[in-house]
């Protein structure tokens, strides 16, 4: 093999190195986005059952339901349109209550209820996350042409 030869196959393996490299790391990024579900696209079937993904919106009023000697809660989500079933075993934020903004990180079981792994409450009165808000008011003008 001559010199020009030898140049040419190590940038063509340079080449398929960083072609693999990427399509790895697209993949691993591509599995650790957790992607924003409003109660609505939830109950539309837009969210995978099969991933992690976030879920925002109020906690309704009445909803929260505690086991006794357990960390485990239950409580409704809602984005003003539909409802979510949510359960979460954990310490709850201390800015958890019902009418709270929140948004919960985990994976929809095959009934449909959401499997929480982590509760995040907004910070202050003024603060809400912009997903839940987006939801919120998309909820609200949807509620509003459907009349």
Known sequence: MNKRSRRKMLVAMVIFGVAIASVLL???FEENI????SPTQIHAGEAPADRTIRVG???????????ENSLAVQ???TDSAEVVP??????LPDLF???QGIV???RLDA???FVADEVLAKHDENYMPPEVADALNAAHEAGKTGQ
């Open 111 to 113: 009934s449909g209820l």
């Open 26 to 28: 697209l993949n691993a």
């Open 75 to 77: 409580f409704d989500l």
């Open 104 to 106: 919960a990180m985990g």
């Open 34 to 37: 957790n992607a924003f579900y």
């Open 86 to 91: 949510v359960t979460y075993t954990g310490i």
């Open 97 to 99: 209550r019902e009418g």
């Open 57 to 67: 919106g109020l906690v309704v009023d009445g909803s929260v339901r505690r086991e």
